[in-house]
């Protein structure tokens, strides 16, 4: 058997690694060694929850993109946000399966033609920092960042939230500002 030395892929569980054993031995092997010489996204102590970066249509796009499909061009995946995947936290019991949860930054009426006329101007618009439950972390258009050893990190990216309340404005302060302060504040205060 000239393959012997190949072992099967196999599921280990959600926090096992940081890809849930689902990646290959040579990329697994090489996500640790660029953590051990601190290139990678490691983290001090146990991970609680992996933090990713996405992206998708603007706000009142999906449709156009649904309909589309494999047509529509990525570089119209034009708002990004962050995915939060980590243990729920229940006073005195064993955490359950991941809570997955996005978090993001848009203009509080995304879809109104004025709001895009200031954008483009160069204006700034209220914004509102959301956060909703998903069912699973999205397979496109998704790239994990790093790990998070805080307690409670839905806890603490709430927090986040609350506290970023602001104007949007484009390349200036808007949901990719939004997007990297957040995966910064999970990260840097897991370490």
Do not use: K
Not at 3 to 10: L, T
Not at 17 to 30: I, N, V
Not at 32 to 41: E, F
């Amino acid at each position: 058997m000239p393959n012997a030395h190949i072992q099967p892929a196999r599921r280990l569980g959600w926090w096992h690694g940081w890809d849930g054993g689902t990646a290959a031995p040579c990329q697994q092997r090489r996500r640790r060694r660029l953590a051990a010489t601190g290139q990678g996204p490691a983290t001090q102590g146990p991970a609680t929850g992996r933090v990713y970066r996405a992206t998708c249509p603007l706000e009142g796009w999906e449709a156009l993109a649904e309909s589309l499909g494999p047509l529509y061009p990525p570089q119209l995946q034009l708002h990004h946000y962050v995915v939060l995947e980590a243990a729920q936290q229940a006073a005195g019991t064993m955490p359950d399966a991941p809570l997955i949860a996005a978090y993001d930054f848009l203009p509080a009426d995304p879809t109104s033609p004025i709001t895009a006329a200031l954008l483009l101007s160069g204006g700034s618009v209220p914004g509102i920092a959301r956060s909703r439950q998903l069912r699973g972390v999205p397979r496109q258009r998704c790239q994990l960042v790093g790990c998070t050893t805080l307690s409670d990190p839905h806890a603490a990216a709430a927090a986040f939230q609350r506290r970023y309340a602001r104007g949007l404005q484009l390349l200036r302060d808007d949901c990719t500002h939004h997007a990297d302060r957040l995966i910064d504040h999970l990260l840097r205060s897991s370490q």
